[in-house]
């Protein structure tokens, strides 16, 4: 089976750095995608990792470590247009699984 | 391109009644998904198609949703009879790849279904 466990919310200030924090159970792993999904709209891709390290694209960074299960996305110099919700998805046999979401907060 | 296209945006119908949602996926993209968000429930994946076979509708609830798609271009997702619990948000996605991989999924908007 699959599962993933994330926090369910998180709060930071404009500007700040956040890191969002995914663990995951796959049988057939083969890679953890993230998505940004804003109140009333339909989740966009951000990246995905299938080997382990640090991806970069602009603001967000994804994090990968296979022999831990584990991977974070990171948002460097917050903006209010961040505000969202974050899953971690990840991918095995075929299916991609969501996780439940993590819920950024940023205060001016 | 204009991405993925699902109609309709909102849908409101009685208990009983028959639903059907549809969906236009990107051209020249072979996999095609179907989710369901809930607040409870988070996003689950219902079924999805590969070169438009279905491959897996393990996670279609009940035989009251049924999933079709009958060319690369289009694909229904029907439910009947409608009960009230199945109110959510219907998401449709399309990939160039079944796993996602580096171009992800797309998404289309979504329709929310509300059945009274």
């Known amino acids: 089976g699959q599962s993933l466990e994330q926090p369910s919310e998180v709060t930071a200030v404009e500007g700040a750095i956040v890191q969002i924090n995914c663990t995951y159970q796959t049988s057939g792993f083969y890679g953890l995608s993230w998505y940004q999904q804003h109140d009333g709209g339909a989740p966009t891709f951000l990246s995905y990792n299938a080997l382990d390290g640090l991806e970069e694209t602009g603001r967000f960074s994804s994090f990968l470590s296979r022999s831990d299960s584990y991977g974070y996305l990171l948002l460097q110099e917050l903006q209010m247009k961040d505000s969202a919700s974050y899953f971690c998805a990840s991918t095995g046999g075929f299916k991609t699984i969501f996780g439940a979401g993590t819920r950024l907060f940023v205060k001016a | ?116």
């Open chain 2, 1 to 116: 391109d204009a991405g993925v296209i699902q109609s309709p945006r909102h849908e409101v119908t009685e208990m009983g009644q028959e639903v059907t949602l549809r969906c236009k996926p990107i051209s020249g993209h072979n996999s095609l998904f179907w989710y369901r968000q809930t607040m409870m429930r988070g996003l689950e994946l219902l079924i999805y198609f590969n070169n438009n076979v279905p491959i897996d509708d393990s996670g279609m609830p009940e035989d009251r949703f049924s999933a079709k798609m009958p060319n690369a271009s289009f694909s229904t997702l029907k439910i009947q009879p409608s009960e009230p619990r199945d109110s959510a948000v219907y998401f449709c996605a399309s990939s160039l790849d079944a796993g996602g991989g580096s171009y992800g999924y797309t998404f289309g908007s979504g329709t929310r279904l509300t059945v009274v």
